[in-house]
């Protein structure tokens, strides 16, 4: 263990060729399939994986906690893309269209042209098999709102495949 604000970069290394791969992955599912957003999501865990180094922390690190923090990095992606995305909802509506990543069919396409509250919902559920209350939990939401949000979700992925069936 290094002392508190050094890193053991031999150790770190090791740690980052390890989780690298499957923290990325994750990430790239839970983004639907958006690669530069992973990549920017990959690049933000292991920058917090430095800091606990800094801190003292280094004991602490192993994928099992990198994929904690991956995961808390997606949710806080959500939350605010959620929140532009209210705050922008008028502009959005006036200049309605299909976005490219709606259009190439596949699992991460539709998800990906969900409202990100129901993605990120969506995804911790059934992805991640998180029980209805830990998603909850994650998202700040009650279950019952939780509840809904799944509902919600699950219905616009039908009426996306059923739509991209026929085209």
Not at 17 to 39: F, I
Not at 53 to 80: E, F, I, S
Not at 90 to 106: C, H, L, S, V
Request: with cysteine; charged share 25%.
């Amino acid at each position: 263990m290094a002392a508190v604000g050094e890193v053991d970069l031999d150790g770190f290394l090791r740690l980052y060729d390890q989780a690298v791969g499957p923290v990325y992955g994750y990430l790239v599912r839970g983004c639907g399939g958006r690669r530069a957003l992973a990549e920017d999501l990959t690049q933000e865990t292991f920058l917090a994986a430095i800091a606990a180094a800094r801190r003292g922390r280094d004991d602490q690190l192993t994928l099992p906690w990198l994929m904690v923090v991956a995961r808390n990095k997606l949710v806080d992606h959500y939350r605010r893309s959620g929140r532009e995305a209210r705050s922008q909802s008028a502009a959005a509506t006036a200049r309605a269209g299909p976005r490219a990543d709606e259009t190439t069919g596949g699992a991460s396409a539709l998800l990906a042209g969900l409202p990100p509250a129901q993605r990120v919902a969506l995804f911790l559920r059934y992805v991640d098999d998180l029980p209805v209350a830990e998603v909850a939990r994650t998202l700040g939401r009650s279950v019952h709102a939780t509840e809904s949000l799944l509902a919600r979700g699950r219905a616009a992925l039908r009426r996306s495949d059923r739509g991209s069936e026929h085209d």
